[in-house]
């Protein structure tokens, strides 16, 4: 009965491979974000997207972009990674436009060598 | 854009209080919400001030003054299993996204 699940748990990878992370919720919340915690476990927004609108933090590079098939899922796809890419990456959601507390998925960890 | 402060670390013995500061800088606030992450975890949702005063949860509480774009996190009774990050995070700027904070490391000592 997990609330937000995001696979894999852990990825580690070359350099200027492809990857992607899954996330889904079954919560039945409308707005999905991913979330970026570098080393000194800074929580930056990276996306944020519901059935109507894509939000793209500026400073995200175009390397990352996000997949919703549908509102219960939002992928992370990641091109050509960097060793800068290394961090933990965090899915999560939320209810309506208004304020409503975001619920995490358990994070992903991508390691590029 | 938006930016919030909050110390580093902040250290206290099993049973003590304490509490987390946090001033921020947005336009068009919304309200200040906190989270609690331990290590290897997720964050966690704790409490979130729409409005002025204290809100009380349990053994936490939290705080807001707008006028001083001011807010805190009391945790009481502290417990070994309290030591995490905690954050506080603000919505606003027209932006229901909300915008973290670094985070302050809580270390309970026995």
């Known amino acids: 009965d997990t609330a937000v699940s995001q696979t894999p748990k852990y990825l580690v990878t070359q350099m200027g491979n492809d990857k992607s992370i899954k996330c889904e919720q079954n919560?039945?919340?409308?707005?999905m974000y991913w979330y970026k915690q570098d080393s000194k476990k800074f929580l930056k927004i990276m996306f944020s997207?519901?059935?109507?609108?894509?939000?793209i933090n500026e400073t995200v590079p175009n390397r990352f972009s996000p997949k919703s098939p549908d509102k219960a899922h939002l992928n992370l796809h990641i091109n050509s990674l960097e060793l800068g890419d290394s961090a933990v990456y965090f899915c999560?959601?939320?209810?309506?436009?208004?304020?409503?507390?975001?619920?995490f998925g358990n994070g992903t960890r991508l390691t590029v060598t | 854009g938006q930016s919030l402060e909050q110390p580093s670390e902040v250290t206290a013995v099993e049973g003590a209080i304490v509490q987390i500061n946090c001033t921020y800088q947005?336009?068009?606030?919304?309200?200040l919400s906190w989270y609690q992450q331990h290590d290897g975890g997720a964050p966690t949702f704790l409490s979130y001030?729409?409005?002025?005063g204290l809100e009380e949860t349990g053994r936490f509480s939290s705080f807001l003054s707008r006028s001083d774009s001011y807010g805190y996190l009391l945790l009481q009774e502290l417990q070994m299993k309290d030591s995490a990050s905690y954050f506080c995070?603000?919505?606003?700027?027209?932006?229901?996204?909300?915008?973290f904070g670094r985070g302050t490391s809580l270390i309970v000592h026995p």
């Open positions: 999560a959601s939320s209810q309506g436009q208004v304020y409503s507390p975001l619920h």
């Open positions: 919560l039945g919340h409308d707005t």
């Open positions: 997207y519901n059935n109507k609108e894509l939000i």
């Open positions: 947005t336009s068009g606030f919304y309200g």
């Open positions: 001030n729409g409005l002025d």
């Open positions: 995070a603000v919505n606003g700027g027209g932006s229901y996204i909300p915008t």
